[in-house]
């Protein structure tokens, strides 16, 4: 082989390439006969680079499991993990299976491979694929490193996680969640379900059953079941009750089956029912009046005083400590159809003994001349009194209230101050509006919004006469549920309400005759609260069984991604490959030399 010799153009400290006359020895590549320094392969790095497989031993192709039920990605070892598409988790989830990436014990030199870079691919969302762009480093040999990109492609195929697979068999839970309302109406569930579905808190939940005093949960585990009543907690006041039963246990291992059941009980008071407070308790709540209105009911029970707006708060221990029932509860049979006739503004001195009364509440007080729907063209009677839903009324508005003069109270103490007049003669309860306040038939099917209902089964085996009167009290529920909900701007806030095929009809024709009129209403609903794209079908949450058989197949397979294509990989910083750039990608590119010989960054360091 020929040695030449070249002058140095820069000092090395190499003592195998130096020498006293300041030139250093090349050899010539045994390839092209370009002059290089001596390596073991006698080979310049750009023939190495064409020679050279980088990606020699580094899989290209790797399958991945997604649950079709829940969405999540099978990781290791029975574990299941949520990632969104374009994710850095679900990037860190496709490296993981890519063999050859990580160094094994024992091998060499030429073991040696870093990562530099990953970028994500656009793939068709049908095809099942997910593509990743890979830029690795390897070091061939001492002292050159060879720099290589490739598509690694990821074949997406569907397998049930072990929760899926346990929701579809019978006697698979292991803890029961069991909430009961000791009362006469489901109002109180019908806006529980509604939080539940805001809030997601049913995820996980295996089945639901609906009874007639309350519902039950299922769930494949105790954690998920804790998780579901620490919602309960934060929403309601409730006290719970555990056990569990042992279902069958292993005396070698010592480790034991059981199924575990609570009982939630939720607090009798809902809202709009009528209280007599006990007097220790009215008075650690301000000195508030006893006879309230329940406001509204979340972990604390709100309420207020009917006749001067005053409002306080009763603790979810405070309750339990001495629970009570409602004087009236808010049915509608209860309830009273009333007509206003002409208001007056209150203004209401202070009372040092009393909690004050903030000015935005004493402002919305004043005095109702009212008279019972039924008695127009009857009778001409007429009663006035304080309420603190004043300044929604105007004269010809149509509200419901309790009639205290026909009323009869369940505590004797209330019954006698009704007896000798020192209650007032009504109580008003809640404004109502549209086609129900002028008592229109199909008042319900021209409502506004419409809400979104929980999958639930019948939990009850009861005769068919049973089950039509069980059908007739929920369609009155729900209607009662709906007024409540049309006359309360802050339970509104709560929950999530959609709009109703009238608000669309409404939007193609003529709009907006109704928005000129301005009022000092604040409760009434408007369509900048009402939330858009909900499909209602005939079964309630069933999207995916109203799918066929070959139509959902299709549509199940499609991995679904909900946003602009890139935009997730750019929040974590992960380069994205688009649609007309992913069609000139090549599946390997031509390996070359790395200058200077220095390793990249890591694209596995979690500094980085």
């Keep these: 082989m020929e040695i030449s010799t070249q002058p140095i153009l820069a000092p090395t400290n190499d003592p195998s390439t130096s020498s006293s006359h300041g030139t250093a020895a090349t050899i010539l590549c045994c390839i092209c006969a370009t002059p290089i320094h001596p390596n073991p392969s006698n080979t310049c790095p750009s023939c190495l680079a064409s020679t050279a497989d980088v990606t020699r031993g580094i899989s290209t192709e790797a399958t991945l499991h997604q649950c079709r039920g829940c969405s999540r990605w099978h990781h290791d070892a029975g574990k299941w993990i949520g990632c969104e598409l374009e994710s850095r988790e679900l990037m860190g989830l496709c490296l993981g299976n890519v063999s050859g990436l990580k160094k094994r014990k024992g091998e060499g030199v030429e073991g040696r491979v870093r990562l530099v870079d990953a970028a994500w691919v656009w793939t068709e969302p049908h095809s099942m694929r997910l593509k990743i762009r890979l830029t690795i480093q390897r070091e061939v040999v001492t002292g050159t490193i060879l720099q290589q990109s490739f598509i690694v492609t990821f074949i997406v195929r569907n397998q049930q996680c072990v929760e899926c697979q346990a929701a579809f068999r019978q006697g698979s839970w292991k803890s029961l969640v069991q909430v009961r309302q000791r009362v006469g109406h489901k109002r109180t569930f019908l806006y529980l379900e509604q939080l539940i579905l805001k809030h997601g808190a049913h995820r996980g939940c295996l089945s639901i059953e609906t009874f007639k005093d309350g519902m039950d949960f299922y769930f494949p585990d105790k954690g998920k079941a804790n998780r579901f009543i620490s919602f309960l907690e934060d929403v309601v006041p409730m006290k719970v009750k555990s056990s569990k039963k042992l279902i069958g246990t292993d005396d070698k291992s010592n480790v034991s089956n059981y199924k575990y059941t609570n009982l939630v009980e939720i607090c009798s008071l809902c809202k709009d029912d009528l209280l007599f407070l006990p007097k220790k308790l009215a008075r650690s709540?301000?000195?508030?009046?006893?006879?309230?209105?329940?406001?509204?009911?979340?972990?604390?029970?709100?309420?207020?005083?009917?006749?001067?707006?005053?409002?306080?708060?009763?603790?979810?221990?405070?309750?339990?400590?001495?629970?009570?029932?409602?004087?009236?509860?808010?049915?509608?049979?209860?309830?009273t159809r009333y007509v206003i006739l002409g208001k007056d503004p209150v203004f209401l001195e202070r009372n040092m003994s009393k909690k004050a009364v903030g000015k935005k509440q004493r402002s919305k007080l004043a005095s109702i001349t009212a008279a019972r729907e039924s008695d127009l063209g009857a009778n001409d009677s007429q009663m006035e009194e304080h309420s603190h839903l004043g300044y929604l009324m105007k004269s010809g508005d149509v509200c419901m209230g309790y009639d205290l003069t026909e009323a009869q109270m369940v505590d004797d103490e209330a019954e006698e101050l009704r007896t000798s007049g020192k209650l007032p003669d009504f109580v008003f309860v809640r404004k109502l509006y549209g086609g129900v306040a002028t008592g229109e038939s199909d008042a319900a099917k021209k409502r506004m919004f419409k809400l979104k209902r929980l999958d639930v089964k019948d939990g009850e085996e009861d005769k068919p006469r049973k089950k039509k009167k069980d059908a007739e009290m929920e369609n009155v529920d729900e209607e009662d549920f709906m007024q409540e909900l049309e006359a309360d701007k802050e339970m509104r806030t709560r929950v999530n309400i959609y709009k109703s095929d009238v608000v669309a009809k409404r939007d193609d024709g003529d709009s907006g005759e109704e928005d000129d009129e301005e009022d000092e209403d604040d409760q009434k609903i408007t369509l900048d609260e009402l939330l858009d794209n909900l499909v209602l079908d005939s079964k309630p949450d069933a999207a995916d069984d109203v799918l066929g058989e070959e139509a959902g197949e299709e549509q199940q397979q499609q991995l679904q991604f909900t946003g602009v294509e890139g935009e997730r990989a750019a929040l974590d910083n992960i380069a994205y490959v688009g649609r007309d750039e992913a069609i000139n990608v090549n599946a390997k590119d031509t390996a070359v030399p790395v200058a200077g010989n220095v390793w990249g960054k890591d694209f596995l360091d979690p500094d980085l």
């Design 285 to 335: 709540i301000g000195n508030i009046n006893r006879l309230v209105l329940v406001k509204n009911v979340s972990n604390v029970i709100n309420v207020i005083d009917p006749l001067t707006g005053q409002t306080g708060n009763i603790e979810s221990d405070a309750y339990w400590r001495d629970p009570f029932r409602p004087v009236i509860t808010a049915a509608r049979t209860r309830l």
